[in-house]
């Protein structure tokens, strides 16, 4: 089973967002693609750094498809309901528990309120069909995923990637995974420190 916690990695993940929120600002429709979602903590990470850096207005706009391909896990019921026991939600800021967490009817265990459920859908798909799940995204991320891909994999899946960003818009990865040189060209690298990337 995939493993990652919330709140893991916040400081590239709110640098994304703060590249892309003046990227998105007056689009209709703001998506947003979690690409290896597991349980959803990292989804709804970034949904509550979305949520406390974006307007009222651009929030009620945004989509984020979270997708994973592991039936097995049943990981779409999970990133659904958004139900987490309080032991994966310790780390997390006392203020962003208590504004973005309701008691859940399971003793122990608690739900992410419905502003942050209402802009998640989740769907199975396998990274590796190189087939992207659609266009015209402002953000992609893809962290501790590609990790378990081979070289020649990753090139296809960046290649993907490129595919369903819209002109100009960014893709987040994690540390250790750096560009392929095949696809250097595609990109333009924003922050020295971080694998993020815009789209060329």
């Not at 009620?60 to 979270?66: G, M, T």
């Not at 992609?140 to 290649?159: A, M, T």
């Not at 990637?161 to 893709?171: I, M, V």
Request: with cysteine.
């Amino acid at each position: 089973m995939a493993f990652t916690f919330f709140m893991r990695d916040q400081p590239p993940l709110e640098r994304a967002v703060d590249e892309m929120i003046p990227y998105a600002s007056g689009r209709s429709r703001i998506k947003v693609w979690d690409a290896g979602c597991a349980q959803g903590q990292e989804t709804y990470t970034l949904a509550i750094i979305l949520a406390e850096r974006m307007n009222r207005f651009g929030f009620k706009n945004l989509r984020i498809d979270a997708t994973d391909h592991d039936s097995a896990n049943h990981f779409g019921d999970v990133v659904t309901r958004a139900v987490y026991p309080y032991d994966e939600l310790r780390r997390m800021p006392a203020e962003y528990f208590e504004k973005y967490f309701e008691p859940a009817e399971e003793q122990g265990m608690f739900r992410v309120v419905e502003e942050l459920r209402g802009r998640v859908q989740f769907r199975y798909h396998d990274l590796l069909s190189l087939e992207p799940i659609g266009v015209e995204y402002c953000l992609v991320v893809c962290k501790n995923v590609l990790l378990h891909f081979s070289y020649e994999q990753r090139i296809e899946v960046f290649k993907m990637f490129h595919k369903a960003l819209a002109p100009g818009a960014f893709l987040i990865n994690e540390n250790t995974q750096k560009l392929p040189k095949e696809v250097a060209h595609l990109f333009t690298q924003v922050a020295p420190d971080a694998q993020l990337f815009k789209k060329i």
